[in-house]
């Protein structure tokens, strides 16, 4: 590859200023990757005539009256660094030390130009708050610019390593850390995918503050959805206790709307409607604008929870409904009463339900009155639940939300209940005067024969039997036998509880079934390992869970096939692999090998889970470069395809 000199930085502004005006270039650039990436970090400064793979410009413009400064002026470090994964390689950009910074600067734009040289930026994942721009020009000795313009965004992550893989984001009661704001992305050149696949996503941009985002989209515009994206999650709970609410923004380029046979202004008359896989009944409100000759789609307010839920995206009309942009309104009326050790709390339903039903409510009992952590949970669909195994003459702080299709709804003010039942009033033995000395003493009258006490009231039920987990796909079907003993009343319900570890916790699922019931089904569950415990519930409470649980995982997809070998030879196309790590819980009932070329899929071959071979015979045009992945199929269904290898066709 000639050398690639550095523009001036006139000519860098100059094209950097153009763009702003004129949005994304009008078609691909198509270029190989080139092999001379730097690793780690990049230089912070293209100070050198000759310098490619470095910092341009980096600028930030606070809000106010205050100049625009250098990130290092302004105690801040920018680090742009070379990331590679399975989809190839990323120019990652990320600014660092804002929490620290003035709310100025914290809302102020960022404007980096970062050289990329021959490596042609083309998809961007990036976490920053709305309105993001990112596009590329073309210096005029050649080398790519890379230009991103934006403000940082604050998050409420945790330290959850499990939920940036898009593993696990824990429960329906973990909590974020304190919130944090952030400005980071990264960018890739999409070498490697087919041609059709490029062009579609040449400027294309997702945006979000989710912590489990996807690497790539998938498209498919001949399927149904046209385009779907990967697992999203997040923390269920801020810091304060509030239900988490994510926005995500997608551009996507004409080109984009040109493959799917219409237009950007068609395609938003027509309208977008992004579904939850999985809950057909979740549709997060879109809206959609023509921006920089393509469309934005921007979906405000994510109810995802914890929950790591596939977005497909649908080429119609949101239906009607879409109203619950942060779910339900607060339950009304709470109120409570304690119990040595226990708290039993009560409701009514909200004003507003925010266009779907309240499908069921969840009260959480916080150790202080703002922040502080969760001592117990319940989800329930009844007005009521109750806490035990708590600290006896413990004051906790209850909370009640509602959850409908959009997520969980604001929760009404923490109600304070003292766990312990009150003392009555102590009263005072009446003083006997001293007897006259002309009366004689009086005998006192013997006491009556106190009447047999009333029985005793209803108690709680004892704990289920006998208590099985059969997994599924994302689920574990609860079923047990019935208590022993209802307590002297009915048994009105049954709660099931999955917990991380055989020491219990903070429940990472529940589901409910009615007193006639055997059985519940735990859902959208990740691959690990839970134990699980019922309870019965009657007029007097919830009883004990069963001393030991049984524990089962979910099953889910299977691993990426591992080891893949492509092969050609007198005009086949040969691909082996081998099998992956792991199974998802559920065997590998086959393999699905794609083939495609710049115009789309061109074969599919499938195989038994036994022969790891697969052999494209047909249809194949010697000198062509074709572009091959290779899935495991189980019961949960198609795992992550394997990194595209491309292999050109030998006669």
């Known amino acids: 590859m000639p050398a690639i000199r550095k523009p001036s930085r006139r000519a860098a502004l100059a094209a950097v200023s153009t763009l702003l005006l004129t949005g994304l270039p009008a078609g691909p650039v198509h270029a190989d990757t080139p092999d001379d990436l730097p690793a780690g970090v990049w230089d912070a400064s293209c100070a050198d005539a000759d310098a ?78 709305n309105g993001l721009s990112v596009f590329r020009s073309t210096a005029t000795d050649g080398a790519n610019l890379l230009n991103i313009l934006g403000t940082p965004t604050a998050v409420h992550w945790n330290g959850d390593a499990d939920c940036t893989a898009a593993l696990s984001c824990g429960g329906a009661d973990s909590t974020a850390d304190s919130p944090r704001h952030v400005f980071q992305g990264r960018t890739q050149d999409l070498e490697g995918m087919p041609l059709a696949y490029i062009t579609a996503f040449d400027g294309a941009i997702v945006n979000s503050d989710l912590q489990a985002r996807p690497v790539l989209p998938t498209h498919d515009p001949d399927a149904e959805p046209p385009l779907s994206f990967g697992a999203f999650g997040n923390p269920q709970l801020t810091a304060a206790g509030a239900a988490v609410r994510n926005n995500l923004s997608i551009l996507l380029p004409a080109a984009y709307f040109t493959a799917a046979g219409t237009t950007p202004v068609a395609a938003v008359a027509t309208g977008f409607d992004v579904v939850a896989l999985g809950d057909p ?62 708290v039993m709390v009560g409701w009514q339903a909200p004003a507003a339900v925010n266009g779907a039903p309240v499908t069921a409510y969840r009260a959480r009992a916080w150790t202080q009155a703002s922040g502080g952590t969760i001592a117990a949970s319940c989800e329930t669909t009844a007005l009521t639940c109750t806490f035990t195994g708590l600290t006896e003459g413990g004051v906790y702080h209850v909370a009640v939300s509602a959850v409908n299709a959009f997520g969980e709804g604001v929760p009404a003010g923490r109600v304070a209940v003292l766990a312990a039942t009150l003392p009555p009033p102590v009263e005072e033995p009446p003083v006997n005067p001293s007897p006259s000395p002309s009366e004689p003493p009086v005998t006192p009258s013997p006491e009556p024969t106190p009447e047999p006490s009333p029985s005793a009231g209803p108690v709680v039920p004892s704990a289920p039997g006998r208590v099985r987990l059969t997994p599924g796909p994302r689920r574990l ?50 691959g690990e390992r839970l134990y699980v415990a019922v309870s019965a519930v009657n007029v007097a409470g919830r009883g004990p869970e069963p001393a030991t649980m049984p524990a089962a995982a979910a099953w889910t997809v299977a691993g990426t096939p591992t080891r893949v070998a492509v092969t050609s030879d007198r005009g086949r196309v040969t691909a082996a692999w081998q099998a992956p790590g792991s199974n998802g819980g559920t065997p590998i009932t086959g393999y699905r090998v794609d083939l495609s070329d710049t115009s789309g899929l061109v074969a599919r071959c499938t195989n038994k889970p036994a022969f790891r071979d697969c052999t494209f015979r047909d249809g194949l045009t010697a000198g062509r470069t074709y572009s091959l992945r290779v899935m495991a199929v189980n019961a949960a269904g198609v795992s992550v395809p394997s990194q595209p290898i491309r292999i050109k066709v030998r006669g």
């Open 281 to 342: 009944d979740r549709h997060p409100l879109a809206v959609s604008t023509v921006q920089a000759g393509g469309v934005r789609v921007d979906l405000p307010a994510l109810g995802l929870g914890s929950e790591l839920t596939p977005l497909a995206v649908h080429y119609r009309p949101t239906p009607s409904g879409t109203r619950g942009l942060n779910g339900p309104g607060a339950p009304q009326s709470v109120g409570g009463a304690g119990a040595p050790g226990s």
């Open 52 to 129: 490619i793979h470095c910092v341009e410009e980096a600028r930030i413009q606070p809000t106010g009256a205050m100049p625009a400064q250098t990130p290092a002026d302004l105690g801040l470090t920018l680090t742009v660094r070379t990331v590679s994964d399975g989809f190839g390689d990323w120019v990652d950009w990320s600014l660092a030390g804002l929490d620290d910074a003035p709310a100025a600067v914290r809302n102020g734009t960022v404007q980096l130009t970062i050289n990329t040289g021959g490596f042609v930026p083309r998809y961007t994942d990036a976490t920053a708050a």
């Open 477 to 526: 079907t609860v079923s047990w036998n019935a208590p022993g003993s209802d307590g002297g009343a009915p048994i009105t319900r049954y709660v099931a509880h999955a917990y991380r570890a055989a020491t219990r916790g903070v429940p990472v699922a529940t589901c409910e079934a009615r007193g006639d019931a055997g059985s519940c089904v735990l859902t959208r569950l990740s």
